[in-house]
């Protein structure tokens, strides 16, 4: 049973890197086609058209949606019952590797001393970067997350003093999008993680991406803020790629845990418009989900 699981999981994973790779999100897509008909303006709707275009040539060829196909991280839920656990690192990074010569991917795993590692795992681990959780049940979940250099370039982390409030919180925000201008590829997701350490805020600002465009917290009052620092971004101008028409940010996402009192982290991440990610489950008996 064991040797069939595997082989499932050799295919099934290296498909979602592929989905991820390769296949928009659909709510990304029906926000940007919802932008396409609401934007009046000759430039804006150029720059969405040709971006529309791209999303449909990647899916139907089957190629990277972007040249930059991104580092290449995995968010891992294994239930403490799934047959196989610790060889699910071993997996990823074969996985990595088939899918940059298969698909293919551009290498991007590059070490500081050897140069560029030609496969998209980094020599010394650590890249794939391994995001675990350990659950209950026997199903293991897993999201591919390739993320590009030019949005991650323009992450910004504050170290906020606890008593500039919400007011600071949200200067900060918009202050990290307003420096980002063009750098990244707009219109964004824009991920706020508040709370927690500095790597916690960043990696909570990370995973809120990951939320559907259009879902607010389920909070009342962050889903407020976050609606409000939605209308503040896009009322900087920047625009799709910078060129001043259309939206600037499709969304903005906030995750909030608790803080130590004398640090306000605030992590804010984002992804350009290619929000690249796809999510599997797979079952103990070797059946799968994608979802």
């Given amino acids: 049973m064991s040797e069939t699981l595997r082989k499932t999981l050799e295919e099934v994973l290296f498909e979602v890197l592929r989905r991820a790779s390769t296949d928009a999100p659909e709510d990304m897509v029906s926000v940007l086609k919802s932008h396409f008909d609401m934007v009046k303006d000759p430039i804006g709707q150029s720059q969405l058209k040709a971006i529309l275009s791209d999303i449909e040539k990647a899916y139907n060829t089957k190629l990277p949606i972007c040249q930059d196909s991104g580092l290449i991280s995995f968010i891992v839920r294994v239930g403490e019952d799934f047959p196989i656990k610790a060889e699910l690192k071993d997996i ?131 889903a407020k803020i976050e609606e409000e620092l939605l209308e503040a971004i896009n009322s900087l101008g920047i625009g799709v790629m910078g060129l001043g028409a259309g939206p600037t940010a499709l969304d903005v996402h906030i995750e909030l845990a608790a803080r130590h009192p004398a640090s306000l982290p605030v992590g804010v991440v984002f992804s350009c418009w290619a929000l690249r990610h796809a999510h599997v489950v797979v079952y103990s008996d070797g059946s799968y989900e994608f979802l």
């Fill in 92 to 222: 990823l990074i074969e996985v990595t590797k088939k899918a940059t010569k298969e698909i293919p991917l551009r290498p991007n795993a590059v070490d500081l001393f050897k140069g560029n590692t030609k496969n998209n795992v980094g020599l010394r681990g650590h890249v794939p970067w391994i995001y675990w959780d350990i659950t209950g049940g026997d199903t293991l979940e897993v999201i591919a997350l390739p993320k590009g250099g030019g949005s991650s370039n323009i992450a910004k982390l504050y170290m906020l003093n606890p008593g500039v409030g919400w007011e600071g919180i949200k200067k900060a925000v918009i202050d990290a999008v307003a420096e980002a201008g063009a750098k990244g590829c707009p219109p964004y997701v824009v991920g706020v993680g508040i709370g927690g350490g500095e790597d916690m805020a960043m990696t909570l600002g990370k995973f809120s991406l990951l939320r559907k465009i259009g879902e607010r917290h389920p909070d009342p009052e962050i």
